[in-house]
């Protein structure tokens, strides 16, 4: 074994603020850089006794302190060179009186300075991951639990967009593993940026990163790299993934010492991923046989997976990436690439930098920091590795999971004639349950082992012919440990099976959502507000749990519901604030949503109203179950369009989509609604215009955004019905998003995740 050398390391903060000698080398991308200059305080309603925050700009000239001291002001910040005047909290007969001096240009009120928003890069979205639900792309920071080392030179420590958890140097001069050149930054971020609202997303967001640094800006040595892997051995415990994008071939190179380290960490079940190399040359040397000393190390290793670049935006193979005309020798994993495991996006890849800005990199580094962010991707779904068998395994589902050539690559832009495939995210990758079925007193139990962020649902049939259907009999989510679900009825001619579907995450927007487990209004995911319209819906709303006879279970659990009354009159019914939601779609209002909602329409079947856009809660903008049990809505008003059927006295989940971006009939808009996840209609736009009749207008004339289960003009067109969720979403939720969230479950709609 290598010689242990003496790290420097320390245990990284979390995000401290960067230093200003940081902040002097940030020469890149510098969305994410911009932080308030003056704390923004919360705006509230002016008057003559409220101090509200300002900026004041005094004309070139007029002496700031002198002006602040005649108004006996306390400034928080005084500009003399950008600008000159100052910030400083007033009430509103100062800001007339300041308005009124001549030596004021102007006085105006402060406000927030956000960040730029998050960017997905086209690598991420190339390789399948914005959908994949191991990856959780939301917006929410939801961090992926795996450990993951970049042997680099070094990771900046406290890039707000990056969860570093240790550093540790190994080349003079001391840099405890902080980054000087931002290679290794950059790799970080493709491998697991977090996933917020600024900066971009890694392939794995929020993976816990260990910079391990070997090479700074007076030493790079091979002795360097081998204490690092010594370290990473030692940690093998917690490290499951190395990501390796430095390399060195024909010269100098101590190959006995490098193949035994890097076998030894695989052999202790750590994944390790290495490019290719850029110098479009073959990784085993001009003599192309594996195991000599003119070989491209650690890429030529048999341990080690290797990844070449591609570019994403053309799907052509970059012509700078090293090949392989022969496998590796041994071979421990099958690959059309040969000496190549897969390919993976490494041209103009933006990531995090220095400074904790932002930049675009290209090369085979780009590609093998997307390929460790998807290996911890699959152990976050099946488990680390524990010896070099199980590190094979891994390199080889990626492999086979891939996505060859010959559905991607659009020239013959592979010149070693060896096509390795497309790293893409699968789900091939997840485990298949393995069941434990058996009987007991409390009826047919069946268990199984899960995987996270997936919904499982218990089905039976009586008869497996082609004309029956399957019963729901319950879901749950998955955790990765073992679940349990029962059906009480224990019959032998009952079939059972298993469904897996990826859970939807809360979309990354404003979501609100109300579930009347409380037995009441009060919300159980945001900040919106639900109220009766009226004393009278008031007295007449009653709030209870499925009894499984009277009231069906949705499944076989129970779920608490809100019995909506007939309405008596116009005024009646319920009002929905969306508080935290503004205007979006290009218009004034409110142009793209969804709404969703969990329902039983009891028998006999009637007019019901579901929910109204209008202000003035007039007809045209409803939308509402008619007389024969279909979804309706206006178009292309006083004509009606009627889709689907809907059955009374089960329960039934519709969504309402409203993408209405075009101007005035025609255009990119549509409204699309669905049945327990099923698309029943999509509108040829002439209604889905911008700030028209389905717009919510966020001031309307009544107070309450939305007006819901009453129609104002037609009070006989209200009609009883059970809710027992109801959700609103601020932006205009996927076909797949929808189809991913299925049917009604007991437990509501977002607020069920994991």
Known sequence: MVAAVNPTR????????????????????????????IPALAAAPSSSTTADAYIVTLHPG?????????????????????????????????????????????????????????????????????????????????????????????????????????????????????????????????????????????????????????????????????????????????????????GGGAERIPYVACRQAFSNVVNLGVVIVAGAGNNA????????????????????????????????TN???????????????????????????????????????????????????????????????????????????????????????????????????DEDGNPEPLAVASSIWLPQPILGPKATVNGFELGFTTVPRHVYTLQFTSSLSASNGWTSLGSTNGTGALATLIDPAVEATRFYRLLRTPFVPLPATNTYEW???????????????????????SNLTTFAVTDGTNVPHIGIQPASYMAVPQMPGSESGYRVSLPASGPNGGGLYLNQYTIIQDVLLPSPRDWTALFNTDPNNGNTAEFYVDANGQLTLPHQYPAWEHRGFIPTDTWARFAFVADLRAYC?????????????????????????????????????????????????????????????????DRAMTTNEIAALGGPKASGIFTEGP
């Not at 320390?10 to 991308?29: D, E, G, H, I």
């Not at 690959?335 to 933006?350: C, E, F, I, R, Y």
């Not at 579930?515 to 819906?537: P, Q």
């Open 665 to 729: 009939c025609g255009g990119p808009g549509s409204i699309r609604f669905f049945v327990d996840g099923t698309q029943i209609y999509d509108s040829d736009h002439t209604e889905a215009f911008r700030d028209g009749p389905f717009s919510i207008s966020l001031k309307g004339l009544k107070p309450g955004d939305l007006r819901l289960f009453n129609d104002g003009t037609n009070p006989g067109y209200t009609h009883p019905l059970l809710v027992s969720a109801w959700a609103f979403v």
């Open 62 to 246: 007029a002496d700031s302190g002198k002006v602040a001291k005649e108004f006996k002001l306390k400034p928080r910040h005084i500009y003399r060179h950008a600008l000159n005047g100052f910030a400083v909290s007033l009430d509103a007969k100062v800001v007339k009186k300041l308005k009124n001096d001549k030596r004021v240009l102007a006085v105006e009120r402060d406000g927030k300075v956000e960040l730029c928003s998050q960017t997905i890069p086209t690598g991420i979205q190339r390789m399948g991951l914005t959908n994949f639900p191991v990856a959780r792309i939301n917006g929410l920071d939801d961090r992926i639990n795996v450990d993951v080392a970049v042997l680099d030179g070094g990771i900046q420590t406290n890039h707000p967009d990056l969860n570093v958890v240790q550093a540790v140097g190994f080349a003079d001069p001391g840099l405890n593993g902080d980054d000087w050149h931002g290679h290794g930054t950059a790799m970080a971020g493709i491998i697991g940026a977090l996933d917020n609202d600024f900066g971009v997303v890694g392939v794995a967001p929020g993976v816990r990163l260990w910079s391990v640094q070997v090479i700074t800006p007076i030493q790079a040595h091979w002795a360097n790299v081998l204490a690092g892997l010594d370290y990473i051995a030692t940690n093998a415990n917690e490290i499951e993934v190395v990501n390796v994008s430095i």
């Open 515 to 537: 579930n009347f487990a409380a037995g009441n209004l009060s919300a159980a995911l945001g900040n919106g507000v639900l109220e009766y319209a009226d004393a009278t819906t």
């Open 281 to 312: 040359v073959d990784i085993f040397g001009f003599d192309e046989i594996p195991g000599t000393e003119d070989d491209e190390l650690p890429a030529a290793l048999p341990e080690v997976m290797t990844v070449s670049a591609m570019n994403p």
């Open 10 to 37: 320390r245990q990284v903060p979390f995000f401290p603020a960067a230093s200003s000698s940081q902040l002097r080398f940030a020469t890149f991308l510098l969305c994410a850089l911009f932080v308030p200059l």
């Open 315 to 413: 799907d052509t193979v970059w012509q700078g990436s090293n090949f392989a005309f022969v496998p590796k020798s041994p071979s421990y994993v099958n690959s059309l690439g040969q000496g190549l495991d897969v390919t993976a996006p490494g041209v103009n890849t933006l990531s995090t930098h220095l400074g904790g800005g932002y930049a675009s990199g290209s090369g085979t580094s780009d590609a093998t920091a997307h390929v460790t962010g998807l290996v911890a991707l699959y152990i976050a779904a099946n488990g680390r590795a524990h010896s070099a068998q199980d590190v094979y395994r891994i390199r080889q589902a990626i492999v086979d999971s891939a996505q060859p050539q010959s559905q991607w690559r659009v020239t013959d832009s």
